[in-house]
């Protein structure tokens, strides 16, 4: 139960990430999740948009860099522990975050993670087998 993710690769330049998020706007993609990491010159926006392929098309035409990952979108307790819970049912099974980050819709009394992971299936067989629920491509699009 994978979700796209985008990544993209923008220029760090003054009103470069706004440039990009108006082009999303003014073409009705939403953004459902966010994460930008930058280096000296360049920042890598990795997010999850509503409508991933609609996105890509839009997102090349205008001369970004643009790649499609699978990720996992899953569904953490929004207690303290909850996240450690997640991590060592992934570190028991020698499974390596790549990267996580957060994001929030309306989750109830649930905090939603995006995980890359090292072992997409592997990880994604051991969180089910653990009762880890996982959120489908479907089900983000409606957040």
């Not at 796209?4 to 108006?22: D, Y």
């Not at 459902?32 to 280096?39: I, K, P």
């Not at 020698?94 to 996580?100: G, K, M």
Request: charged fraction near 20%; avoid cysteine; glycine fraction near 6%.
């Amino acid at each position: 139960m994978y979700v796209k993710q985008i990544s993209v690769f923008i220029e760090n330049t003054p009103g470069r990430l706004a440039s990009f998020t108006k082009l999303l706007g003014d073409n009705k993609i939403d953004l459902v999740s966010l994460s930008v990491a930058d280096t000296t010159n360049f920042g890598i926006l990795r997010g999850i948009v509503a409508d991933y392929e609609r996105a890509v098309q839009l997102i090349s035409e205008n001369g970004y860099t643009v790649k499609l990952t699978d990720v996992l979108a899953v569904k953490v307790p929004d207690t303290p522990g909850g996240l450690a819970h997640v991590l060592e049912v992934l570190a028991e099974n020698n499974i390596v975050v790549e990267y996580l980050y957060s994001f929030v819709r309306s989750a109830g009394n649930h905090a939603l993670i995006i995980f890359r992971v090292d072992q997409l299936e592997e990880a994604e067989k051991v969180l089910e087998k653990a009762g880890v629920q996982m959120l489908s491509q479907q089900e983000v699009r409606g957040l």
